[in-house]
């Protein structure tokens, strides 16, 4: 099951994706995409790694590339976040297909486990950027299409409450 999960920045869809992760009976794998930044971005980690303590997830580092987590086809993914993996492939690699391999990734990483909630940002726009970051926000964009397209519930979060657009999630409630 592939659970995209949408919303703005600071909307709060990481602490609901934590919040349903934690009701699944399976083991739990938090897949960490950031590479922080500075004091801000070391800041945010923290946050997160507040957020969810207590929750049973094991937490894998994964800025590129999501082929490498090693988890059973009963375990719940929670991928943090779409936009950070697409970023990494795109400036760390420089790779012209960024688009399509976190599509690829995250499509396969649904195909071996049991559950993938993806969490995304959406509503990017990159208007008054220079043209690599107009770039990426036309492909998170894209992607983010891509993966409401594939995906068996998509959910947006509106300033912490969450709006089914697509399908079921049994852990909302």
Not at 138 to 153: G, I, P, V
Request: charged share 20%; hydrophobic share 45%.
């Amino acid at each position: 099951m592939l659970i995209l999960l949408i919303g703005t920045s600071n909307s709060g869809k990481s602490r609901f994706a934590e919040k349903i992760a934690s009701r699944f009976p399976g083991p739990r794998i938090y897949a960490a995409t950031m590479v922080p930044c500075g004091a801000a971005g070391a800041a945010r980690v923290d946050k997160h790694r507040r957020q969810r303590a207590g929750r049973g997830f094991v937490t894998v580092e994964c800025p590129r590339g999501l082929d490498g987590i090693s988890a059973g086809k009963n375990a719940l993914v929670l991928l943090e976040d779409v936009s950070n993996l697409l970023a990494n492939e795109m400036f760390g690699r420089h790779d012209p297909r960024a688009e399509d391999e976190a599509l690829r990734q995250i499509v396969s990483l649904a195909g071996r486990v049991a559950v993938v909630i993806a969490v995304t940002i959406g509503g990017v726009s990159g208007d008054g950027c220079d043209e690599p970051t107009q770039n990426y926000a036309a492909a998170l964009a894209h992607l983010n299409e891509q993966l409401a397209e594939a995906a068996d519930a998509v959910i947006e979060i509106r300033a912490g409450t969450p709006l089914l657009l697509k399908g079921e999630c049994p852990w909302i409630g």
